[in-house]
């Protein structure tokens, strides 16, 4: 079955940095578009970055482009978000989330649990 | 940047009622539209993709349809566990964007 397990998340303080990881298993990882979600706490959802199935473009919602980084590694089904000059308003839960396209336009059919990042100083 | 506006932003409904959620894009998304329920701690599921189709192995209470820019969700039957928040979402062009949410609540 489908599992994606984010991880890297905990508390740092404003300006830090972090990166988070998503294990991959139980599909073809190589072959679909992954994205990054987060929710702030009792807030709704925003999109944060996507990446299609080859890695070879990164899009990103403004309130992160420039600071953070979308990446994949395919021989080891993982995605990555490094987060570089954290603020305040970055503390959310962040999910990883499997498209159902390789070019990743076609709706997120499976999520991770979530990883809690706090900035707080 | 393609905004989405979901209304009404919380309902009240019982058991059985009909429910209808609408979701308005600022311009044309064609079909590029997405649902997605989310219950409180988890993460969201979708619902329904490109605008009208049902996702593997959501009831069929649940449907979508819409073109352009205006869309609908309707929960045919209102079930228990159908209580929930539901947002849409465009995957027409990046930055992705998703309405603010619905809140369907007991009656």
């Known amino acids: 079955q489908v599992q994606l397990v984010e991880s890297g998340g905990g508390v740092v303080q404003p300006g830090r940095s972090l990166r988070l990881s998503c294990a991959a298993s139980?599909?073809?990882?190589?072959?679909?578009?992954m994205h990054w979600v987060r929710q702030a706490p009792g807030k709704g959802l925003e999109w944060v970055a996507v990446i299609p199935y080859d890695g070879s473009n990164q899009y990103y919602a403004d309130s992160v482009k420039g600071r953070f980084t979308i990446s994949r590694d395919n021989s080891k089904n993982t995605l990555y978000l490094q987060m570089n000059s954290l603020r305040v308003e970055d503390t959310a839960v962040y999910y990883c989330?499997?498209?159902?396209?390789?070019?990743?336009?076609?709706?997120?059919?499976?999520w991770g649990q979530g990883t809690l990042v706090t900035v707080s100083s | 940047d393609i905004q989405m506006t979901q209304s009404p932003s919380s309902l009240s409904a019982s058991v059985g009622d009909r429910v209808t959620i609408t979701c308005r894009a600022s311009q044309t998304i064609t079909t590029y539209l997405n649902w997605y329920q989310q219950k409180p701690g988890k993460a969201p599921n979708l619902l329904i993709y490109a605008a009208s189709s049902l996702q593997s192995g959501v009831p069929s209470r649940f449907s979508g349809s819409g073109s352009g820019t205006d869309f609908t969700l309707t929960i045919s039957s209102l079930q228990p566990e159908d209580f929930a928040t539901y947002y849409c979402q465009q995957s027409f062009s990046t930055p992705l964007t998703f309405g603010q949410g619905t809140k369907v609540e007991i009656k």
């Open positions: 989330a499997k498209d159902k396209a390789k070019w990743a336009a076609a709706g997120t059919d499976y």
């Open positions: 139980g599909f073809t990882f190589s072959n679909y578009g």
